[in-house]
């Protein structure tokens, strides 16, 4: 992909890391590993596509590393602080101050228009009002939207949806935005121009990405590839191995 | 943005917004109405039993509790006196009299009855039964052998004003004293236990009848039976500065009618409303659990996007909030509107004890809405608090997964 002079240098550091994590699920008398012991490093500013087939783990990977789920075992770290100990408020803070989610359903509240879904994040933090007016409009505006500011998710197409979608996602300037499938509801043409924004973003704010996504097509936008395969996460054909002591 | 994504929420579910707020409108309206008509019956009866009472009475605990063996409890005119000038000291007293009462036995030819002869000082504009009389005229101060008869007894003697009846009673010697009385007038009451064995003479009279100077009782009058109970604790203790060995009953503690029935009432109004306050609180549940449910995914969302489970609980019970509050509103403008309809009616029954029929009404007051509202309002609150709390503490990776 062309990165139109606009480029975002991928940071050496450990924004986001996995230590050997690993979430089991209880099925009757069967205990389903969906991940195991996954070692993952990211940072700041890299744009990561995680591929694989269904059922292998992407999902729940997604999950623990945005904190809205808790490992089996190990540890996931943001910014190198261990989340394990943090409560769930604290899980909450997190979330809405440096995590931003974009979901397969968009996931938007059907009852506020584009510009009050962009504007909620920013809501939760408590931002002034004239500053969450100010943010929410030009953000519109970066992802096209300007002109449908009023209207309702209902009223969007799933393209825009998916524009309000990542708006939100990134209204609250987050280190990281998580995209759980971002173009799976959306036919080709549409989810190339939603692929194309988010590396935008990527590049223009140095926001770090996870896609995790079935599109092949997804992987053209990546700085780096990962899949996960049977709960295991490999880079490059070999299951990934962090020196947790460097 | 709290205040109305709520509102928008119950506004996209219209029609089960409409659903809850019709059972929590429906639930107040229906208290409101039955409260409305209680305080009105309440009313009803409190204004005649001050009618028979006065608003408190000052005698001895003797009379109240009928305990006297002989007659010890009647009070003398130097006794009147002084309670007399004690009750200007009190700034809602408006008048006073006094009363003597006595058992009797009137006869009118061959048929006789069991009776109260009351003496009451005529004219005095205090329970003197004037505004009561229906046929002949009220007693006058300066009638002598007069009588006033109720309406009842004077159907059962076949007796009309300006006939004659025996009376025979005993005096405070224990002497029989036999005496023929002129009807001045017939009197009638809301009781007929009152009309068919009271009968009222006048006060001088009735004294040289019992061969006594004193009277067994001082009724007061008040600008407001609000003031009542408040009035007796200063008047009391008055009585008891000056030594006298007397007490002071309100009307309520002196009719035992009323508190029997007003008891009655709020069991009746604490009944309905606790069983309206169960069926709104378990469809309201049963209501809300639903939405709720059919949100879970939303509630996923907003725990994602970093909502914490308090600013979640928040955000739905607040759905509940502007339920209750629309519902109970909306529920006293039901009740207004069903009282005035009910009493546009003028439906007539005869209570039973009584001898002339009553209009069923109702009383609208402030009273008469906040506890209804508040009732319905604590009881939708209550009702929203387990499925605002069940959304609060749904798993956020559970709940984005909910179909």
């Known amino acids: 992909m062309e990165n139109n002079g606009r480029f975002c240098h991928v940071r050496g550091d450990r924004f986001l890391e996995t230590r050997d994590l690993s979430k089991t699920y209880a099925m009757g008398t069967e205990t389903v590993h969906a991940l195991r012991d996954v070692c993952f490093v990211a940072p700041q500013g890299d744009f990561v596509v995680i591929n694989g087939p269904s059922g292998s783990g992407k999902t729940t990977f997604l999950n623990l590393v945005s904190v809205i789920d808790r490992p089996s075992t190990g540890e996931v770290l943001i910014e190198e602080q261990p989340t394990s100990s943090l409560s769930e408020r604290e899980l909450a803070a997190l979330r809405k101050s440096k995590i931003g989610l974009i979901f397969q359903s968009f996931n938007l509240i059907p009852v506020l228009s584009a510009a009050e879904n962009v504007e909620y994040p920013l809501l939760l933090q408590r931002i002034e009002k004239h500053e969450r007016r100010k943010r929410v409009a030009g953000l519109l505006a970066e992802v096209g939207l300007a002109d449908l500011a009023k209207r309702r998710p209902s009223k969007l197409s799933g393209g825009q949806r998916q524009r309000v979608a990542i708006a939100r996602a990134l209204i609250a300037r987050p280190k990281i935005v998580l995209a759980d499938e971002p173009t799976a509801n959306l036919d080709s043409e549409t989810g190339a121009s939603v692929m194309e924004l988010m590396r935008g973003l990527n590049d223009e704010h140095c926001v770090t990405f996870l896609v995790v996504t079935h599109d092949p097509a997804v992987s053209d936008y990546a700085k780096r590839h990962v899949r996960i395969l049977d709960g295991r996460l490999q880079e490059g054909g070999e299951d990934v191995v962090v020196d947790s002591t460097s | ?403």
């Open chain 2, 1 to 403: 943005m709290w205040l109305w994504i709520p509102l928008r929420s119950l506004w996209r579910n219209r029609r089960r917004t409409l659903l809850a707020i019709a059972i929590i409108a429906f639930g107040t309206a229906i208290s409101f109405f039955v409260l409305a008509f209680l305080d009105s019956s309440r009313d009803q009866i409190r204004a005649s039993s001050v009618a028979e009472y006065g608003n408190l009475q000052i005698a001895s605990p003797l009379l109240f509790d009928n305990e006297a063996e002989g007659f010890e409890y009647l009070l003398s005119p130097d006794h009147v006196n002084l309670i007399t000038e004690s009750l200007y000291n009190e700034a809602s007293f408006v008048a006073r009299t006094v009363q003597l009462e006595f058992p009797g036995l009137v006869a009118s030819g061959n048929r006789t009855q069991v009776v109260r002869v009351r003496s009451i000082e005529p004219e005095s504009g205090l329970i003197d039964f004037s505004e009561f009389v229906v046929a002949g005229r009220p007693l006058r101060e300066d009638d002598v052998a007069s009588v006033l008869i109720g309406r009842s007894l004077a159907d059962r003697l076949s007796v009309e004003p300006g006939d004659a009846i025996t009376v025979t009673l005993t005096t405070v010697d224990g002497a029989y004293n036999a005496t023929p009385l002129l009807i001045a007038g017939v009197y009638g009451f809301a009781s007929e236990q009152v009309e068919s064995q009271l009968l009222l003479i006048p006060l001088r009279f009735g004294q040289l009848l019992f061969n006594t100077t004193g009277v067994d009782r001082v009724i007061v009058g008040l600008n407001d039976i609000r003031a009542t109970a408040a009035a007796r604790d200063r008047i009391a203790m008055q009585i008891a500065e000056a030594g006298l060995p007397l007490e002071a009953r309100t009307w309520d503690e002196l009719s035992p009618f009323y508190q029997q029935l007003s008891s009655y009432f709020d069991l009746l109004f604490g009944f309905l409303t606790l069983a309206i306050s169960v069926l709104v609180f378990f469809i309201i549940l049963q209501v809300l659990t639903l939405a709720f449910l059919e949100r879970t995914r939303e509630i996923g969302t907003l725990r994602a996007l970093g909502t914490t489970r308090a600013e979640v609980f928040r955000l739905f019970f607040s759905e509940s909030v502007w339920l209750a509050l629309i519902g109970s509103l909306l529920g006293v403008a039901g009740g207004i509107i069903l009282s005035l309809g009910f009493n546009g009616l003028g439906i007539e029954w005869m209570p039973p004890g009584t001898v002339e029929p009553s209009v069923l009404a109702t009383r609208i007051g402030l009273s008469t809405a906040v506890l209804p509202f508040l009732v319905s309002l604590t009881a939708t609150l209550f009702s929203s608090l387990y499925p605002a709390l069940h959304a609060a503490r749904l798993r956020v990776v559970d709940a984005l997964r909910a179909e």
